[in-house]
């Protein structure tokens, strides 16, 4: 894993173009060209936006289902099943899936047409909606994998803890408040993590849902930019410092993230 790091690292302080020899050494001149260019900071800037709400979301309604599953029985069995089953598609598979449905003439707009809707929104091909769409489709398969974690936080929750705050006369909203949601601190903490890193290095989701557009860019993350500056324009060497730099972004939120929520499991 570190190899090729340090090998993308050594490629981004050069003008290396396989097609455009010879490869000249360039210091850090691509990493401030990045820095001026529009291109990059409006595809960090997309890449922020949908990770921020891919790491909420499903948090916060994959508590909520966890919860409501938090129950024996063959049927609870099932749903934690069928809320699991996105995670293990591929997400090319889920990705044409949404497509079809997203389309203008999809299913999705086929049925707001049919209750009265005369001009449904264009979710692929609205520039303004095109990545809330692209966060949903992300939101709705990564929800089974916050659903998973919450049970198995749910399931370590001493019983004997919720009996006594039940004895003492708590009710159940604010059990959940002052007894599980505290001992939920390991289980936030590895969703917020998980969905952080995933959100803020998609790229499959961009390329076969919307490929970067509509329009100039308006869904293209980092990690789909590195990509087609590599492979289109045949920039090696500036699409490595676009990789360094998103590494660099990763690295510094989740070591961040981690502080704060470890501290607050300790507090806790």
Not at 152 to 158: Q, R
Not at 180 to 187: D, G, Q
Request: hydrophobic share 50%.
């Amino acid at each position: 894993m570190l190899v090729p790091i340090v090998v993308s690292f050594g490629y981004s302080l050069t003008n290396y173009n396989p097609f455009n020899p010879p490869t000249k050494f360039v210091g850090l001149r691509n990493y401030q060209l990045m820095l001026q260019d529009d291109t990059f900071l409006t595809s960090l800037k997309i890449t922020t936006i949908l990770t921020a709400i891919v790491v909420i979301v499903p948090n916060v309604v994959g508590l909520g289902i966890a919860v409501l599953l938090d129950r024996n029985g063959w049927l609870y069995n099932a749903l934690r099943s069928v809320f699991f089953t996105p995670m293990v598609l591929s997400s090319v598979v889920i990705s044409v899936i949404w497509t079809r449905m997203l389309q203008d003439d999809g299913p999705i707009n086929d049925a707001l047409r049919a209750i009265g809707v005369h001009d449904p929104p264009g979710w692929l091909s609205d520039p303004d909606i095109a990545l809330y769409s692209l966060a949903t489709v992300l939101c709705w398969q990564m929800l089974g994998f916050c659903v998973v974690i919450y049970l198995a936080g749910l399931s370590g929750v001493p019983k004997e803890l919720m009996e006594a705050a039940a004895i003492d006369g708590a009710g159940p909203v604010r059990r959940f408040w002052q007894v599980t949601w505290p001992m939920l601190a390991p289980a936030l903490t590895v969703n917020t993590v998980v969905l952080l890193i995933s959100a803020f290095k998609i790229f499959d989701h961009v390329q076969v849902i919307t490929q970067g557009g509509p329009g100039t860019g308006s869904t293209a993350t980092i990690a789909f930019l590195a990509i087609q500056t590599a492979f289109v324009d045949n920039h090696q060497g500036y699409a490595s410092a676009e990789a360094i730099a998103m590494l660099v972004v990763i690295a510094l939120l989740t070591t961040i993230s981690l502080a704060v929520l470890r501290r607050r499991e300790v507090n806790l």
